[in-house]
């Protein structure tokens, strides 16, 4: 990285990175571990299968991932044969012939790509195993494309192909990933009998728990003062907002740390995190502008540019309030008083743009207000135009 660059190491922000530890997943860890521990505990005496479903964010994935490469430390440590390979079924076009072809070619990398059927190339495969006495653990993410292309047909093949081969070694078995178990329910009964069993639900990250991931995440990837804990807890916040999404929390940090290098600044601030999260979800609506009140138009600008100021993600009411005091002032218009205020900030707050949320300290209870997805420089020149216009 560049001396003056924010980031340390940004791979740690990228999407294919797998974290040594999973923070708040470790009752689904143990349960994946519950389940497959047979792979190193009594080889080939028996194959498993495994659902993991989840919203997107919810860490689905890297949860499969990580203990997959777990599992295959754990074999090597143990002198024991076994393989998690992890193939993404949409990125496979919903094919089980590419998803196979994935396979057998991590397993054999010059495997010829063409000339075989499916079913051949999953005879291939158990016969490949059969060879390097090998065991599979075989992850199927995103595998509603694989049942909207293929039906049934593939997951049965992949989950009776074991119990075609009754007197020799258990070799293949299977996760498979989806974001809503309602796609599980085009399969036919049998096929869904055996994947129904072992279930793991993963829950939306709350605030807190989206804070810690990234502090754990930001730790590693900015360097030491580039990035401080009221940023990390704006991003967690803008995260929960939709729905409790890691993955979505971690790219806007990263977005926020490349609009800070692109700025030259030697730290993440506010206005930095609201691009980011602009670039990822465009919120900033002008018709949404248009139709509030004049005073409404005028507490948004006295927001936009406390902001536009201010390195601090959140101010108190009466912040934003002078500011739009200041804003009457400079457009001609009286200022109203503070109960009418009040309710054109609790109208705004229905707005994407504009988030407020009680704040209890020993001070006792402020209600603190924010731009969540809105950079305040393109807000500010939004309303302004607005205003001069009417």
């Not at 389940?35 to 190193?40: K, T």
């Not at 051949?120 to 059969?130: H, N, P, V, Y």
């Not at 994947?195 to 709350?206: A, C, I, K, P």
């Not at 390195?311 to 912040?319: M, N, S, V």
């Amino acid at each position: 990285m560049s001396p003056s660059s924010v980031f340390l190491d940004e791979g740690v922000l990228d999407l294919n990175f797998v974290p040594l530890r999973l923070l708040h997943r470790d009752k689904e860890m143990r349960f994946l571990s519950s389940l497959f521990r047979f792979i190193v505990d009594t080889p080939y005496e028996m194959s498993q299968r495994a659902v993991i479903v989840g919203g997107i964010g919810t860490g689905k994935t890297v949860l499969a991932q990580r203990f997959g490469m777990n599992l295959e430390e754990e074999a090597r440590r143990r002198r024991i044969k076994a393989r998690y390979i992890h193939v993404n079924c949409r990125e496979s076009r919903g094919s089980l012939f590419m998803v196979l072809s994935r396979a057998v070619r991590d397993l054999r990398p010059n495997f010829p790509d063409r000339g075989y059927s499916a079913n051949e190339l999953l005879d291939t495969l158990m016969r490949i195993l059969d060879e390097d006495e090998q065991q599979l653990l075989l992850c199927l993410d995103e595998v509603d494309a694989l049942i909207e292309k293929e039906g049934s047909d593939a997951l049965y093949y992949l989950t009776r192909v074991q119990e075609e081969r009754m007197e020799g070694p258990r070799r293949l078995s299977l996760i498979c990933i989806s974001k809503d178990s309602e796609a599980f329910k085009a399969l036919d009964r049998s096929t869904l009998s055996t994947l129904q069993r072992n279930v793991v639900r993963m829950s939306d990250y709350t605030q807190p728990q989206l804070a810690d991931i990234l502090t754990s995440r930001a730790e590693q990837a900015f360097r030491t003062g580039a990035i401080s804990e009221e940023i990390v807890m704006f991003i967690s916040e803008l995260a929960e907002s939709e729905g409790g999404d890691a993955r979505y929390a971690i790219d806007i940090l990263w977005g926020a740390g490349k609009r800070a290098d692109t700025v030259y600044s030697q730290e993440v601030l506010p206005e930095h995190v609201r691009k980011a999260a602009a670039s990822l979800f465009p919120t900033l609506r002008t018709e949404e502008i248009e139709r509030l009140s004049r005073h409404e138009q005028l507490a948004l600008l006295g927001i936009a540019r406390h902001f536009v100021h201010s390195k601090e993600p959140h101010a108190t009411t009466g912040e934003v309030e002078l500011a739009y005091k200041v804003a009457c002032e400079e457009h001609g218009e009286e200022p109203r008083g503070h109960t009418q205020f009040w309710k054109y900030l609790n109208n705004l707050s229905g707005l994407a743009m504009v988030s407020t949320r009680l704040h209890a300290s020993e001070k006792g209870r402020t209600q603190l207000v924010s731009l969540s997805k809105v950079p305040a420089e393109e807000l500010d020149k939004a309303v302004t135009r607005i205003l001069d216009e009417a």
